[in-house]
């Protein structure tokens, strides 16, 4: 119920939402406030919140892990919706720019495992996220790696009218959405958390483009064309398949020369072109790379921004 928060200063605007900083005035605990915007063209592409939607958001707030914010409340604000959340202080993204910030293998694979965890909650739920980037990754007060608006993304309207205003989840799309695969699976999530991986290695974003097919060749220019040794036989199937020209993968080695050598296979499975090959959230987990040494980062230990 609204008059169970109290609102106050604005924290930040997003493309669908003003998040505003809250208090639970029954209990005095601080909490965020996101109000999407009640303009966006919800899922049945009318104007105003889905009633499906708020179904849905009763749906998610029983999702319970350690790596997924917790969504506390949610109530109606005129047509659309307040989500009350826990209170974050910062993200992925400001960690991976922070140039003061060394990033250690240890620390990469604690950012890693958490990130894998959230989305094995989920996906063991059916239960997708569909637009994971490091500025949807928040750090807890304690440091640990939080995963936000999971399952939450078709609030915002459908993903062609999303991917026109927001330029920066293109960089963590699956090939196979650009080729207009009609399901979403949780290979896309995977994908997405594999880009991740890369850019925390890189400290820059794997696969950053002006336009989608920028994006794709960079893609492309990394794991090779689709047909290219068999990696994707399906791809010319897709609705919007475009042949690119043709060129090899480039080892993964030659771009990044310090990772392990089990970083770098977990990676290689995340990145797979082909979404029946991609690795799954829950086998990614059991790879060897999280019980070989080094051991991941406590998150209390995990560097911080200023
Ligand atoms: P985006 O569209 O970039 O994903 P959001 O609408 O999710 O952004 O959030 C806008 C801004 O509000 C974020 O950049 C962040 O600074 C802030 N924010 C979002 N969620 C929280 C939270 N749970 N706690 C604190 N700040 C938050």
């Not at 990754?137 to 608006?149: E, T, V």
């Not at 919007?240 to 310090?258: G, I, M």
Request: net charge positive; hydrophobic share 40%; with cysteine.
């Amino acid at each position: 119920m609204a008059e169970n928060y109290a609102r106050g200063d604005m924290l930040g605007q997003g493309t669908f939402a003003v998040v505003y900083k809250g208090q639970d005035k029954r209990t005095g605990k601080v909490v965020a406030l996101k109000e999407i915007f009640a303009d966006e063209k919800s899922t049945d592409g009318k104007k105003g919140l889905d009633p499906t939607a708020l179904r849905e958001i009763k749906l998610l707030r029983e999702l319970r892990h350690p790596n997924i914010i917790r969504l506390e409340d949610a109530y109606p604000k005129k047509k659309s919706v307040v989500l009350v959340l826990e209170f974050m202080h910062s993200d992925l993204e400001a960690i991976i720019r922070d140039q003061n910030l060394v990033l250690a293998a240890a620390d990469v694979k604690s950012y890693m495992r958490q990130l894998l965890a959230a989305l094995d909650t989920c996906h063991r739920r059916w239960v997708l996220h569909r637009d994971i980037k490091p500025n949807n990754c928040l750090i807890a007060p304690d440091g640990s790696l939080k995963l936000a608006d999971f399952g939450l993304s078709r609030l915002y309207g459908s993903p062609d009218g999303r991917l026109t205003h927001q330029v920066f989840a293109q960089w963590y799309r699956a090939p196979e959405l650009f080729f207009g695969a009609r399901q979403y699976t949780a290979a896309v999530d995977v994908w997405a958390a594999g880009c991740i991986f890369g850019e925390l290695l890189l400290r820059r974003p794997l696969f950053d483009g002006m336009c989608d097919i920028d994006v794709l060749s960079k893609v492309f220019g990394l794991l090779g064309t689709p047909g290219v040794e068999g990696n994707w036989p399906a791809a010319k199937d897709l609705p919007y398949f475009l042949q690119f020209t043709e060129n090899k993968p480039v080892p993964l080695r030659q771009v990044f020369p310090a990772a392990s050598g089990d970083a770098l296979d977990l990676l290689g499975r995340m990145i797979q072109l082909d979404p029946l090959r991609r690795i799954s959230s829950t086998d990614a987990l059991r790879h060897p790379y999280f019980t070989n040494n080094p051991p991941p980062t406590p998150p209390a230990l995990l560097p911080r921004t200023a």
